[in-house]
């Protein structure tokens, strides 16, 4: 009798080693695919659009011999005064060329753009003076202006870091996820499209009512007359009579 328990004992130890192999078994198996999907299968949280601070630039070309902004490079720099004034969270870089040919015009275009940005509301303070030397001297010398802003970015697009074929360890392909890449450029053009970054985490404050046409509407509503409004000449924008 006391074989047959040994017996007995020695197989139900060997059962439970083997349950306790396959499971152990099992999560290993499953490991890569536990891996892979973590990815997210939602383009927004593949590629989220974050908002970060980035450079708004313009660029003013300056020739040899004439000083000074043509026409449409003086609504260029009070475009950038006025969007600075709206968007803008730190000083106008300006960076004027030096040792070069055009040197001397670009110092003169240089007092007539920071002119033009007083005018447009920048302070001078907020006007910053860089010289540089351009890399190739054969080029022609530009002033370029830029300053920080609150941008709204997504990507960087164009990683495929699987496979789109069929394969054995493409898990993605044997369950029909979206690939990678997918949605990204579209998530950039969005981004690139927001005119303000704070839309995207809260809404906007509401305008006040206006109050005249409220009050009209209220006056009628008490007097029983319909509050909707008559317009006489909507019947002129019509092309036929058709169902009167």
């Excluded at 349950?19 to 290993?28: N, Q």
């Excluded at 003076?129 to 890399?135: G, I, K, M």
Aim: with cysteine; charged share 25%; glycine share 8%.
């Amino acid at each position: 009798m006391t074989g047959r328990a040994d017996h007995h004992r020695t197989l139900y130890r060997l059962g439970a080693l083997v349950g306790v192999s396959v499971a152990l078994a099992a999560c290993r198996s499953g490991g890569d695919e536990l891996t892979t999907a973590t990815v997210p299968n939602d383009y927004r949280l593949r590629h989220p659009i974050a908002v970060t601070e980035a450079d708004r630039s313009m660029v003013v070309f300056v020739g040899h011999g004439r000083p000074g902004l043509t026409a449409p490079q003086r609504a260029d720099v009070m475009g950038l005064a006025r969007t600075w004034t709206r968007e803008g969270t730190g000083a106008i870089i300006a960076e004027v060329p030096v040792d070069t040919a055009n040197a001397r015009t670009a110092g003169a275009t240089y007092q007539e753009i920071r002119s033009l940005l007083a005018a447009g509301g920048v302070p001078a303070r907020a006007i910053t003076l860089r010289n540089y030397h351009p890399d190739d001297p054969r080029t022609l010398a530009t002033i370029r202006l830029s300053y920080p802003k609150i941008a709204a970015v997504a990507g960087p697009c164009g990683l495929w870091p699987e496979d789109l074929g069929p394969s054995i360890d493409d898990f993605g392909y044997n369950q029909n996820r979206p690939y990678y890449n997918l949605g990204c450029a579209s998530q950039r053009n969005l981004a690139a499209m927001i005119d303000n970054p704070a839309d995207l985490e809260q809404p906007r404050v509401e305008t006040p009512a206006y109050s005249p046409r409220r009050d009209v509407a209220f006056e009628r509503y008490r007097k029983g007359v319909s509050t909707t409004t008559t317009y006489p000449e909507a019947d002129k924008a019509k092309l036929s009579d058709t169902g009167k």
